[in-house]
């Protein structure tokens, strides 16, 4: 009972498809966040989520969108994937605890061809 | 943005053996915390120090924060091959809602 889920675990693209992956979480946080973590380069913020409807942009945010439309899920869109974004994505929740850390999905590997 | 800075980058050493890994920023934190990344995983939260100086134990980990919350490091006494992963550090610094993530420390523990 892992409490986050990402939805697909691995997908392959073509450059120029719209790709959405999918973050589903049970333990009712407020904050989500989508990470990529890319060799030498560690964990990039992308995009979080404060509440329903209410997002921001992190460091790389540049060609990504996102939606929360419901508590337990949050919506990571590459409008045009690029193989640039080949990554490994990590979606992460929190609660609004100062103490609390995250608690991780097992990450999407998407491969953009 | 704060810079956290992992040292080393890569470490491999024989079962059994003692090591430390460092998480160094030029920024002042708020709290630190230590993950711990397993192949094809996330990463898996190992603890939070909020107080300067703050030594914490977790078996055998010993994780400790600079007295002027400026870098903090990890010590890993006995080290078994369980214990290989990838090292994160995270700062928290003013709103918490965002941290920032070092690049990591990849530990192997040879049997």
């Known amino acids: 009972d892992a409490g986050i889920t990402q939805s697909p675990r691995h997908k392959v693209t073509e450059t120029g498809t719209p790709v959405t992956l999918r973050c589903h979480q049970t333990?009712?946080?407020?904050?989500m966040y989508w990470y990529r973590q890319d060799p030498g380069h560690g964990l990039r913020l992308i995009h979080y989520?404060?509440?329903?409807?209410?997002?921001d942009k992190g460091e790389v945010s540049d060609g990504y969108s996102v939606s929360r439309s419901k508590t337990e899920d949050f919506l990571l869109t590459l409008e045009s994937a690029t193989s640039s974004q080949t990554s490994v994505y990590f979606c992460a929740i929190r609660s609004g605890s100062r103490d609390y850390g995250y608690t991780f999905g097992s990450g999407t590997r998407l491969t953009v061809v | 943005t704060q810079l956290l800075e992992q040292s080393p980058q890569f470490l491999s050493i024989q079962e059994g053996e003692n090591l430390t890994v460092y998480c160094n920023s030029s920024s002042v934190f708020s709290s630190l915390q230590w993950y711990r990344q397993e192949p094809g995983e996330g990463p898996v939260l190992l603890v939070t120090?909020?107080?300067?100086?703050e030594v914490k134990k977790l078996k055998r980990l010993t994780f400790q924060f600079g007295d002027a919350r400026k870098d903090s490091s990890l010590h890993i006494t006995a080290a078994q091959p369980g214990d290989t992963g990838l090292y994160l550090c995270?700062?928290?610094?003013?709103?918490?809602?965002?941290?920032?993530f070092g690049t990591g420390t990849k530990l192997q523990v040879i049997p």
């Open positions: 989520s404060y509440g329903v409807k209410d997002t």
């Open positions: 120090v909020v107080t300067g100086g």
């Open positions: 333990e009712n946080h407020r904050y």
């Open positions: 995270a700062a928290l610094s003013g709103g918490y809602q965002k941290v920032t």
